[in-house]
């Protein structure tokens, strides 16, 4: 792209995301890389999208910093989908808050507030991919 060259390789013992400067003819690693390898990388103007332990990261060409992409897939199946369900005959533990102005229960793993006059349930835990709970 342009005057430079990106490229993945093992030069350093883990595969990081280095880069060539045509002019400068120089390399320069811009990933420091202490875990898992970057397994593939794609780039496009402004910046380079890569794999790395099954998760995705951009990094941004002009200000050189990386974050994580997050991906959602909606399965094809119903059963699969996010959907409200009733978890009441679920309810492993519960307890109350020390006002009893809101309770709190855990529920397949995921652990819940409901309050005792009006409002809405709230998922603390917020696993991902679980369903949303009704209680």
């Known amino acids: 792209m342009g005057d430079r060259i990106y490229f993945l390789s093992d030069r350093n013992g ?7 400067d045509l002019a400068a003819k120089k390399v320069t690693e811009l990933i420091r890389n202490d875990g898992l390898d970057i397994k593939s990388a794609s780039a496009d103007p ?16 002009g200000s050189g910093k990386t974050r994580r992409i997050d991906v959602r897939v909606a399965g094809d199946l119903p059963g699969v989908r996010p959907r409200f369900e009733k978890v009441v005959k ?7 808050s020390a006002t009893g102005s809101r309770a709190v229960f ?4 995921e652990v819940l507030t409901v309050p005792a006059e009006k409002g809405d349930a709230r998922n603390l835990t917020n696993t991902p991919f679980a369903k949303h709970f009704d209680v």
Do not use: C, K, M
Not at 14 to 20: A, E, G, I, M, Q
Not at 46 to 61: C, D, H, M, T
Not at 106 to 109: L, W
């Open 14 to 20: 883990r595969t990081p995301l280095f880069d060539y």
């Open 46 to 61: 402004g910046a380079i999208v890569y794999e790395q332990f099954g998760s995705l990261n951009l990094f941004e060409l």
């Open 90 to 96: 679920l309810i492993n533990n519960a307890r109350l």
């Open 106 to 109: 855990e529920a397949r793993g």
